[in-house]
T-cell receptor, first 114, second 114 residues
Framework: AQSVTQPDIHITVSEGASLELRCNYS??????LFWYVQSPGQGLQLLLK??????LVQGIKGFEAEFKRSQSSFNLRKPSVHWSDAAEYFC????????????FGSGTRLSIRP | DTAVSQTPKYLVTQMGNDKSIKCEQN?????MYWYKQDSKKFLKIMFS???????INETVPNRFSPKSPDKAHLNLHINSLELGDSAVYFC?????????????FGDGTRLSIL
């Protein structure tokens, strides 16, 4: 069964510092991979997605993520965070089969230190 | 121009009552979803419809009944509400049932059972 793990429940970084949020997945083949962001009181917004090809994908708001098959990871990065990046971040995995569902990780809450 | 809109935003009611949450999307998408997010931010799919056809039905109590009058609407009716139903319910839509389609989320309906 496919699953996704976000090992960090809460991360605090200083404004201007770099960020890396971890995501590991379990799946028999290369799945579709996503990162979503949820600001307080709002729904999820897609940051970026990986299906195939270049393993480094660029997203909105200056975020990028790198797919590493050998580590079954899809970590999210940003070189310099802004206070507005404080939010909950969800990694998600889905199979190629449209009959299956998208599985979301448990989320990582990002706080920004002024 | 709200892409995915849910009403109401907040719903406070007593145990045993029946309530409905409405969802509409103006993106022209074929597929719509209902998710439940618990107090720990864990997001789990409940239902998915494609062109008014049910395609995903997770193991949820049959007190929950989705209804899709047309492909732009997916409403959720809940009978005999219980304390454990307290959560934030998100509606989402995507361009197709394929899992590589990013999902667009509404802002959620916060349901509180007294």
């Amino acid at each position: 069964a496919q699953s996704v793990t976000q090992p960090d429940i809460h991360i605090t970084v200083s404004e201007g510092a770099s960020l890396e949020l971890r995501c590991n997945y379990s799946y028999g083949a290369t799945p579709y991979l996503f990162w979503y962001v949820q600001s307080p009181g709002q729904g999820l917004q897609l940051l970026l997605k990986y299906f195939s090809g270049d393993t480094l994908v660029q997203g909105i708001k200056g975020f990028e993520a790198e797919f590493k098959r050998s580590q079954s990871s899809f970590n999210l990065r940003k070189p310099s965070v802004h206070w507005s990046d404080a939010a909950e971040y969800f990694c998600a995995v889905a199979s190629y089969s449209s009959a299956s569902k998208i599985i979301f990780g448990s989320g990582t809450r990002l706080s920004i230190r002024p | 121009d709200t892409a995915v809109s849910q009403t109401p935003k907040y719903l406070v009611t007593q145990m045993g009552n029946d309530k409905s949450i409405k969802c509409e999307q103006n993106l022209g998408h074929d597929t719509m979803y209902w998710y439940k997010q618990d107090s720990k931010k864990f997001l789990k799919i409940m239902f998915s419809y494609n062109n008014k056809e049910l395609i995903i039905n997770e193991t949820v109590p049959n007190r929950f009944s989705p209804k899709s009058p047309d492909k732009a609407h997916l409403n959720l009716h809940i009978n005999s509400l219980e304390l454990g139903d307290s959560a934030v319910y998100f509606c989402a839509s995507s361009g197709g049932r394929e899992n590589n389609q990013p999902q667009h989320f509404g802002d959620g309906t916060r349901l509180s059972i007294l």
